[in-house]
Protein backbone atom coordinates (compact mmCIF):
# COMPACT_ATOMS: atom_id res chain seq x y z
CA UNK A 1 0.00 0.00 0.00
CA UNK A 2 1.14 3.97 -0.06
CA UNK A 3 3.01 5.37 2.84
CA UNK A 4 1.47 8.07 4.36
CA UNK A 5 3.59 11.51 3.91
CA UNK A 6 2.60 11.83 7.71
CA UNK A 7 5.28 11.71 10.04
CA UNK A 8 4.95 8.92 12.64
CA UNK A 9 6.95 8.03 15.94
CA UNK A 10 8.81 5.49 16.25
CA UNK A 11 10.94 4.07 18.97
CA UNK A 12 13.73 3.38 16.03
CA UNK A 13 14.14 6.76 15.46
CA UNK A 14 17.45 7.52 17.31
CA UNK A 15 19.96 10.06 17.86
CA UNK A 16 23.62 9.88 19.23
CA UNK A 17 24.89 12.16 22.05
CA UNK A 18 27.24 13.46 19.57
CA UNK A 19 24.74 14.68 16.96
CA UNK A 20 22.35 16.80 19.00
CA UNK A 21 23.66 20.24 18.17
CA UNK A 22 25.64 21.85 21.07
CA UNK A 23 25.72 22.45 24.27
CA UNK A 24 23.11 19.12 24.31
CA UNK A 25 25.93 16.95 25.78
CA UNK A 26 26.15 19.28 28.27
CA UNK A 27 22.80 19.24 29.15
CA UNK A 28 22.87 15.48 29.56
CA UNK A 29 25.83 15.60 31.49
CA UNK A 30 23.80 17.56 33.95
CA UNK A 31 21.11 15.12 33.86
CA UNK A 32 23.62 12.54 34.84
CA UNK A 33 25.16 14.59 37.73
CA UNK A 34 21.62 15.91 38.66
CA UNK A 35 22.24 19.47 38.02
CA UNK A 36 22.48 22.55 38.64
CA UNK A 37 20.58 23.43 35.67
CA UNK A 38 20.54 26.49 34.17
CA UNK A 39 17.03 27.08 33.90
CA UNK A 40 13.77 27.27 36.34
CA UNK A 41 11.84 24.21 34.85
CA UNK A 42 14.50 21.89 34.14
CA UNK A 43 13.59 19.06 35.79
CA UNK A 44 10.18 19.50 36.08
CA UNK A 45 7.59 16.86 35.22
CA UNK A 46 6.66 16.69 31.47
CA UNK A 47 3.09 15.36 30.81
CA UNK A 48 3.61 13.76 26.94
CA UNK A 49 0.21 15.00 26.43
CA UNK A 50 1.18 14.69 22.70
CA UNK A 51 1.29 11.00 23.15
CA UNK A 52 4.74 10.79 21.09
CA UNK A 53 6.71 8.96 24.08
CA UNK A 54 5.67 6.09 25.40
CA UNK A 55 2.54 6.15 27.57
CA UNK A 56 3.86 5.98 31.13
CA UNK A 57 2.09 7.20 34.72
CA UNK A 58 1.80 11.25 35.42
CA UNK A 59 5.47 12.32 36.55
CA UNK A 60 7.43 9.69 34.67
CA UNK A 61 8.56 12.19 32.18
CA UNK A 62 10.90 15.07 32.83
CA UNK A 63 11.95 17.68 30.71
CA UNK A 64 15.23 19.85 30.04
CA UNK A 65 16.34 23.05 28.26
CA UNK A 66 18.98 22.59 25.32
CA UNK A 67 19.82 26.44 25.22
CA UNK A 68 20.34 27.56 21.72
CA UNK A 69 23.40 30.24 21.89
CA UNK A 70 22.19 33.81 20.43
CA UNK A 71 18.82 33.18 21.65
CA UNK A 72 17.03 35.36 25.02
CA UNK A 73 14.88 32.60 25.83
CA UNK A 74 14.79 28.58 26.30
CA UNK A 75 14.09 28.04 22.63
CA UNK A 76 12.80 24.76 21.40
CA UNK A 77 15.21 22.54 22.19
CA UNK A 78 14.66 19.56 24.46
CA UNK A 79 15.54 16.73 26.26
CA UNK A 80 13.15 14.73 28.23
CA UNK A 81 14.02 11.43 30.19
CA UNK A 82 12.17 8.75 31.68
CA UNK A 83 12.44 7.39 35.14
CA UNK A 84 15.16 8.58 37.94
CA UNK A 85 16.29 11.92 37.47
CA UNK A 86 19.80 10.75 37.70
CA UNK A 87 19.74 7.46 36.17
CA UNK A 88 16.88 7.77 33.80
CA UNK A 89 15.22 4.60 31.82
CA UNK A 90 15.42 6.47 28.35
CA UNK A 91 16.15 9.66 27.30
CA UNK A 92 14.70 11.52 23.90
CA UNK A 93 15.46 15.07 22.29
CA UNK A 94 13.31 17.36 20.35
CA UNK A 95 14.24 20.07 18.05
CA UNK A 96 10.83 21.53 17.62
CA UNK A 97 9.33 22.00 21.42
CA UNK A 98 7.76 18.56 21.28
CA UNK A 99 6.66 17.90 17.65
CA UNK A 100 9.03 15.12 17.24
CA UNK A 101 11.45 12.99 19.51
CA UNK A 102 14.28 10.49 19.16
CA UNK A 103 15.77 8.37 21.37
CA UNK A 104 18.97 9.63 22.57
CA UNK A 105 21.70 6.58 21.98
CA UNK A 106 25.06 6.93 23.39
Known amino acids: GARSPVATQRDTETIAIADIPSPGSQTYALIARGGP ?10 GNRERLLPIRNRGYYREYTVNTPGLGHRGTRRIVCGGMPRTPDSCYYTADHYASFRRIVP
Not at 37 to 46: H, K, N
Request: charged letters at 30%.
Open 37 to 46: FPYERDGTAF
